[in-house]
C-alpha cells in the first residue's frame, strides 16, 4: 500500500511490456519520445489493430508514468480496454474489470489509491472508440518549486576536486527537455547532442547526462540566487550528495542564465526559413524517432512515396548498414538546382561516413532524400 509504483524502473517496466505485448515478435520497439516536466519519455505505436500506443515516463532507474492509448472501431479497441487489467497488472494491481466498466458508463475516471493516480477517458462516436489511460506515480512527482535545469546557461565559476579551473569560465550549458549540450564555447555553437534526465524527488535533486546509454556525468542540482548549481562525477565515478566540487573526480558548477534579449540568449536562429536549418532539424526528427513530424514536411510526391512507416523503414535500414547514428557536421554543403536548394549534410554513423541530401521546392517542402556515401577516407601510410 502506497507503493505507487513500487520503486519500479523504467528500464524493467519496458521489458515487462515488451513480453507481455510480443513487441519484439511484432517487430516494434520502443522509441524517444517528448520529454515532459523534464524526464525522458519511451513511445512505441502501433499495435494491434486498434493502432494503440504506449508511452513510459522517467529516468532509466525509476518509472513516474504510464500512458496507453487506443483508436479503433469499436469491436477492436474495446478489446485492447478490456486487456488492460492484465496489461497494467504489474503497476496498477487495483486496476480491474470494475475500473473499466465504470469508465465505459461514465466516459471519464479520475482515481487516487495506493500512491498513484489513474486519469482515464472514453469516447465513442460512429462505431469509432477513443480511449486514454494515464497511470501517475503521486509519490515521485516533481518536488514542490523544482525548477529544473532547462535553460541556457554560461558557467561562472568550475571547481573540480578542490581547485578552481578557470578554462571552463564563459563555457555554454544548454539544457532542452532532456536533450543536453555541453560547454559549446558560444551560442552560435549549441548542439544537442547528449540527453539528460533529472529526479526532483530526492534531497538533493540529481541529474544524469547520457550519451546514448552511457552516463556521462552523475550529480546532484540546485537553482539558488538566480544560479544554478551542478556538481558531478563523470562515467563510472561515484556521484558526489553535496555541492563542494572537493571529492576526487568532482566537479562543481555555478552557472548563471543567459539574459532574456541578448544575443546569446538561444541558438542562432531567425524567424526567415532557410534550407540548412530545415535540413538539420529533419534529420534530428529521424534520429529522435519523429518520423510522423518528418514526413510532414514531404512534398505531396515525396510523402506518398515515403510516408511516416516506410520512412521509419529507410531509417531502421539505413543504421541497419551503417550503424548508429553518431553526429552531423557543423559545416554542410548548399546547392542550387533550378527552383530547388540543396543542403547536403556531412553524417557520421558507427560503420561509416554517409551523406544525407535533402532537396527543397519553392514551397519549403522536401522535394527529395537520399542518403549517399560518404567521401572516401584516406588510407593510413
Request: aromatic residues 8%.
Amino acid at each position: 500500500a502506497g507503493s505507487g509504483f513500487g520503486g519500479m524502473s523504467r528500464v524493467h517496466a519496458q521489458t515487462i511490456l515488451e513480453d507481455t505485448l510480443g513487441l519484439k515478435k511484432l517487430n516494434l520497439a520502443f522509441r524517444k519520445g517528448a520529454a515532459k516536466r523534464g524526464v525522458p519519455s519511451l513511445i512505441v505505436t502501433g499495435v494491434g489493430k486498434s493502432s494503440a500506443s504506449f508511452e513510459l515516463v522517467g529516468a532509466q532507474d525509476k518509472l513516474v508514468e504510464i500512458t496507453i492509448s487506443a483508436a479503433g472501431s469499436k469491436y477492436e479497441a474495446n478489446k485492447a480496454l478490456e486487456a488492460m487489467p492484465t496489461v497494467m497488472k504489474p503497476f496498477v494491481p487495483w486496476l480491474n474489470k470494475k475500473f473499466i466498466e465504470a469508465l465505459a458508463k461514465a466516459g471519464q475516471m479520475d482515481v487516487k489509491i495506493d500512491g498513484v493516480r489513474v486519469v482515464a477517458s472514453r469516447t465513442e462516436k460512429d462505431n469509432k472508440l477513443n480511449w486514454t489511460l494515464t497511470a501517475m506515480d503521486l509519490l515521485h512527482q516533481s518536488g514542490p518549486g523544482d525548477q529544473g535545469i532547462d535553460g541556457i546557461w554560461q558557467v561562472e565559476s568550475a571547481t573540480t576536486a578542490g581547485k578552481l579551473s578557470p578554462t571552463i569560465k564563459g563555457r555554454i550549458l544548454a539544457f532542452d527537455e532532456g536533450k543536453a549540450c555541453l560547454r559549446a564555447e558560444s551560442i552560435q555553437m549549441i548542439d544537442y547532442r547528449f540527453n539528460y534526465e533529472i529526479e526532483s524527488s530526492t534531497k538533493p535533486r540529481t541529474f544524469a547526462v547520457y550519451n546514448g546509454e552511457r552516463a556521462m556525468l552523475r550529480g546532484v542540482y540546485k537553482q539558488e540566487g538566480g544560479r544554478l548549481y551542478l556538481c558531478f562525477g563523470r562515467g563510472k565515478a561515484k556521484p558526489p550528495e553535496e555541492f563542494s566540487g572537493k571529492g576526487l573526480l568532482h566537479t562543481l558548477y555555478v552557472l548563471k542564465k543567459v539574459k532574456t534579449g541578448t544575443t546569446e540568449e538561444k541558438p542562432a536562429t531567425t524567424s526567415k526559413w532557410a534550407p540548412e536549418s530545415a535540413a538539420r532539424a529533419l534529420l534530428a526528427m529521424l534520429v529522435k524517432g519523429e518520423f510522423e513530424a518528418a514526413a510532414d514536411t514531404f512534398d505531396a510526391k515525396v510523402k506518398a512515396a515515403l510516408p511516416a512507416d516506410k520512412l521509419q523503414a529507410t531509417w531502421q535500414q539505413v543504421q541497419g548498414q551503417a550503424g548508429k547514428f553518431k553526429s552531423v557536421a557543423k559545416k554542410a554543403r548548399l546547392l542550387d538546382a533550378e527552383e530547388n536548394k540543396i543542403v547536403d549534410l556531412l553524417c557520421t554513423f558507427e560503420k561509416a561516413v554517409l551523406i544525407v541530401r535533402l532537396s527543397y521546392s519553392k514551397e519549403k517542402k522536401v522535394a527529395g532524400l537520399f542518403f549517399l556515401p560518404g567521401p572516401k577516407q584516406k588510407a593510413a601510410p
